[in-house]
C-alpha cells in the first residue's frame, strides 16, 4: 500500500511534519524531506517524489497522421491516429466527470479554449443527477455567512479548514445566482422569493432546491448549456483509466488521460494542458450506498497513483436514511444503489421511530431529528444493534398529505410503487453509505500537487466538511471549486505548452479482447465477486462504529483479497498494461478502500464520522488532517500507474 500517511495541522496548507506507518500500524517519524510547503494557496512538493513516472520518451512511435475532427470557436481541434490504429485527442481543457463541477467548470474554460468533458456512463449520471435536498447557501437577509461558516466547522467537529470555509460561505449566494443564470429552475415561494428549506445542522433556512429532486434539475440545466456550447464535447462511455503524467525535476506533470470506450472497448488517449478532476466519489467500496454505480473512487485512485496528495479519507458519511427495501411491502428486487429518503424529511418535521413505534432521537441527542447526519446514522446502528432489527422507521405521515406530495414528490413516488403510501405510513429506513469527505489534497484554487492537475466536487478534499460534511454543503463546495480552479487553469494553459508528440511518451494500454471470450468471462466473474466481498468486508470491518482490531483485520483481508485476484488475473493471462472496465473499476476500488483503512488506522480518536471504539473521544492533539503521501513502495496492481508498468 503506498501511503505514507502525516498529520498536519488542522490549516490545510501549512507546513507539517511527517509520519510513516510502519508494518506494525504504529506511527514512526520519517521522510522528513517531505513537506508540504507552507504558502497559502500552493501544494509543492519537495524533490523525494518518486522516480517510477519517468518515461522513456524515445521508445515509442511518433504521431504519424494528423487529422482535424471538429472546428471548435478557437481554431482546430486535433485527433491523431498511430500506426496500431490507436487514437489521440488533442484539448485546450480536460474535464474527467460529468456531474455539477465537471459541467460548471467546462462551461467556463469554454471561454478560452477547446474543452473534452470525459464521462464514463451517460453524461447525465453521477451522484449530482441524485442530489435530492439542495444546495446551501445564505440568501436570506436574516441569515449571515457567518452562521453558515458556524454551521459548517460545528458539523465538521471542528477539523475544517476556516480559509476554504470562509471562502465557499461568501462565494456561495454568487454561485447560486450563476447558476439560475444558466438556467436552473429553483422553488419559489408566494412572496416571489427562493423557498429556503432547512436542513438538519443548520441553524437557518438556506437550501435552495427544485422539491426533491434538486440534482436532476441542476444537471439538466447545465448540461443543457453544455450540449449548446460549440467549443465543449462530451465524450460518454469513456472510462478514465490513468493520468498521464512525467517528472520534471521535482515535479509531476499531468498531460492528460488514457481511456477506454466502454462499448466499443477502443482505447483513447486524450492530451491536454489542464485536467480537471471531477469524478465524484467512492460509494461503491460498500456493498449498500446511495451514489450511483458510476462512484467507484476511480478519480481518488488515479489521482493517488500519480502521486497526488489524499487527505481525510477516513471520514466516509453514512447517510442516516436510505429507503430500507426490506421493510417495503412489495420487495424490491435488488438495486445497484439504495434510494435515499432525504434530510429534508427530518427538516419537515419527520420522526424517528424504532419498530416499537418509540421515539429514539431525542435519548441521543437534544437536537433530536435534526441533529447532524453521524449523530442521527449512529443512533439508528445502535438501536438496530441492540434491538437485533433490520431498519428503523421514518414517519412524515402527521404532515398535511398535500405539503408532503409537493415536497417529496420523488420519495412518494418511489415509495408508492412498492405498495407504501408516505401520507398514511412510515418509511422504512437504514444508513448507507453517502459522502466521501476526504480526496485529492485541493489549495484554494482547486489546485493539486500535480501541475496541470486541479481537481473539484467530491474527489476533492477542500478542507470545507472537515471530519463531517453538513448537508448540501457538498453541491455547493463543487460550484465554488469548478469556478475558483478556471483562472489558475486559464493561466496555466497560456504559460505551458504541449509538446509535439506527446501521445507517443506512454505505452498503449491494451484491451483484453486478445484473451478469449472464455477466459475474459472468467476474469470478469471473479472481478464481481471480489467486487462484493470487498463490498462485505468493508461494511463489516470499515462502517459507522469502529475499533482498531477490526481494522487491522479490514487491512489483512483486504491484503489478502487484492493479491488472489492480482495472482488470479495474471495467472489467466492478464498484463499489467491490460484495461478492462470491470478489472480497472476494482483496481480503483481496492486502493480507495486501503486508503480509507489507512487513513482510519492512524486516527486515534472518535471526531465526526470516525468512531472507535478504542478511542471514543475527541483528542486536542489529533485535532489534524489525515495526509496520505504517495510512496515508492507501489507494491500493487491498484497503486501503480499502468504506463509506469515494467515495459516487456
Ligand atoms: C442520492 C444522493 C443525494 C444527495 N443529495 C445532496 C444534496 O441534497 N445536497 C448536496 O449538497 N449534496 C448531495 N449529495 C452529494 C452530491 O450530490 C455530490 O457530492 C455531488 O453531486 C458531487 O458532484 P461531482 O460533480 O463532484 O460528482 P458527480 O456528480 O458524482 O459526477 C461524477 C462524474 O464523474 C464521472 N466519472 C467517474 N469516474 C469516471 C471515470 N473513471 N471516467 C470517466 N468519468 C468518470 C461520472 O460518470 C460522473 O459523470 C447527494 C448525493 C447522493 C448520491
Redesign the pocket.
Known sequence: MATGIASGCGQLHLRKPVYLRNSYGNKAHSHSNVILNGTQNQIAWSSWVSNVLRVNRSSYPQCQVIKTNWKSRRGTIKSCQQRDGSVTRYFDFIV???????LRYALEVAKHGTVAV????EPH???????????SAVLCPLDSVENHIQDTIVAGAYLCDKETVKVVCTEGPERIRELIAIGASFDHGEDGNLDLAREGGHSHHRIVHAADM??REIERALLEAVFKNPNVHVFQH???IDLLTTQDGSDIVCHGVD?IHTETKEVIRFISKVTLL????V?HIYPST???T???G??MAMAHRAQAVISNMEFVQFHPTALADEGLPNIPSARENAF?I?EAVRGDGGILYNLDMERFMPTYDERAELAPRDVVARSIDDQLKKRGEKYVLLDISHKPREKVLSHFPNIAAECLRHGLDITQQPIPVVPAA??MCGGVRAGLEGETNVQGLYV????ACTGLHGANRL??????E?LVFARRAVQPSIDHVNVSRIEHGASSWWPRPIAPMVLGETILNKVICRTREVRKELQSIMWEYVGIVRSTSRLTAAEKRIRELELEWETYLFQHGWEPTMVGVEACEMRNLFCCANLVVSSALSRQESRGLHYTTDFPHVEESERLPTVIFPSQRNSTWSTRQLHAQPIS
Not at 470525459?118 to 456512463?121: A, E, G, L, P, Y
Open positions: 474527467i466527470g460529468s456531474g455539477i463541477a465537471g470525459i464521462t464514463k456512463d449520471e453521477s451522484s449530482t443527477n441524485y442530489a435530492q435536498g439542495g444546495v434538486t440534482g469513456h472510462f478514465a481511456t471531477a469524478s465524484g466519489g460509494g446511495t451514489n450511483p458510476v462512484a467507484t476511480d478519480g435515499l432525504t453517502h459522502y473539484a466536487g467530491e474527489v448537508a448540501s454543503n457538498s453541491l455547493l463543487a
